[in-house]
């Protein structure tokens, strides 16, 4: 077992070193299945402490497992993993922050909180004054009590903060600053420009497509639901959507396309 996993590695770090000195999709591909169990890992670890669903968080790990691999230098004399893992968990977390909530919040509170919002801004004009809870919970036609529990809800979806933890286990606990790379990598700077770039790209997918990705990861809907909403099946939404990223990874790096042989 030992041997084996010291030749797997010695066959990445040919890879890596072929793929710094030549970039090709192919050799991509290749280091991304190679190393689609650090994506998995991670990804499970941070699905047991958010509400997104582990398929979507593993799907985002593999933009920053795709990153890293291009920005990994072999000569630098440092593990792959070791370089890619802060990659990965800062594309999920990014994508957690943007999402605004680490806080499970039933999908009835939610739409219950986003009415009310309407309800008392209505009755604030028409009253003259700030609405009771009663009141609005009337105009809802839910309980008081229910109407408070989504308001509350709300409230505490707060967005990530450095400090927060994304992992409970005692002998590593993380937090969304541990994921941030040393200052060479420039994070928050260079986060902001990939997802002006991965808007770009987004918008340069078929409709169907475009639709299916920001429905599920913009818009907080289930496959099924999405499947509803564009009039497919949700196996053919889950094909649109690995499908999609895809594209948008050939869309956000031509310069690695066209030196694929």
């Known amino acids: 077992?030992?041997?084996?996993?010291?030749?797997?590695?010695?066959?990445?770090?040919?890879?890596?070193?072929?793929?710094?000195?030549?970039?090709?999709?192919?050799?991509?591909?290749?280091?991304?299945?190679?190393?689609?169990?650090?994506?998995?890992?991670?990804?499970?670890?941070?699905?047991?402490?958010?509400?997104?669903p582990y398929e979507d968080l593993e799907q985002i790990g593999y933009l920053g497992l795709i990153r890293a691999i291009e920005r990994f230098n072999p000569n630098q004399g440092c593990a792959f993993s070791s370089f890619a893992v802060p990659y990965i968990r800062g594309e999920m977390l990014h994508f957690l922050r943007d999402r605004a909530g680490t806080v499970k919040i039933p999908r009835r509170w939610q739409q219950l909180n986003k009415e009310g919002q309407r309800v008392r801004e209505q009755l604030t004009e028409a009253l003259g004054r700030q609405p009771s809870d009663d009141e609005i919970a009337d105009v809802l036609k839910v309980s008081v009590n229910e109407w408070r529990e989504s308001k509350l809800a709300a409230k505490n979806r707060l967005p990530l903060s450095l400090d927060a933890t994304v992992c409970q286990q005692l002998d590593s606990p993380m937090t969304l600053g541990d994921t941030l790379p040393d200052a060479r990598y420039q994070a928050l700077q260079v986060l902001e420009e990939d997802r002006q770039q991965l808007q770009r790209a987004l918008n340069q997918l078929e409709d169907k497509t475009r639709e299916a990705i920001e429905y599920v990861f913009l818009h907080d809907l289930s496959r099924k639901e999405v499947a509803e909403q564009i009039g497919v099946s949700p196996m053919t939404v889950t094909r649109r959507i690995h499908r999609g990223i895809q594209q948008m990874v050939g869309l956000l790096h031509p310069q690695v396309m066209q030196s694929d042989p």
Do not use: D, F, W
């Open 1 to 52: 077992m030992m041997a084996t996993q010291s030749s797997l590695r010695s066959r990445g770090m040919e890879l890596l070193v072929s793929y710094h000195q030549k970039p090709s999709v192919r050799l991509r591909n290749q280091l991304v299945q190679m190393n689609a169990g650090l994506v998995r890992k991670i990804a499970h670890r941070v699905s047991h402490q958010c509400a997104e």
